[in-house]
Nanobody, 115 residues
């Protein structure tokens, strides 16, 4: 009933910026919380940032101060503004949203930061 699609990933130089977007298709139920995860090669998927009506926003230690998560309407979806990107940020970034016991994932978008 819900499909999430990420976009905005690209190859950027160290210190550059990217803005990732997560669009919701299908059901218009408002997912909460929503979050951005990332998974680097050979590593486990990790939580980067999340947003909820219950607690506002939360960030991982590495993301705090550099990344900003935001959420608009159901149609507009969610974004992740990433500034001062570093090579260690290289990963596939995934959009996630939850509703009740359901959890929805996007297909991921590749972010590569060159040194």
């Amino acid at each position: 009933q819900v499909r999430l699609v990420e976009s905005g990933g690209a190859l950027v130089q160290s210190g550059g910026s990217l803005r990732l977007s997560c669009a919701q298709f299908g059901s218009t139920m408002r997912l909460d919380p929503m979050a951005w995860y990332r998974q680097a090669p050979g590593k486990e998927r990790e939580l980067v940032a999340e947003i909820s009506l219950s607690f506002g926003t939360r960030y991982s230690a590495s993301a705090k101060g550099r990344f900003t998560i935001g959420k608009g309407s159901v149609k507009d979806g969610m974004y992740l503004q990433m500034d001062n990107l570093q090579p260690e940020d290289t990963a596939v970034y995934y959009c996630n949203g939850r509703w009740s016991q359901h959890s929805y994932w996007g297909q991921g978008t590749q972010v590569t930061v060159s040194s």
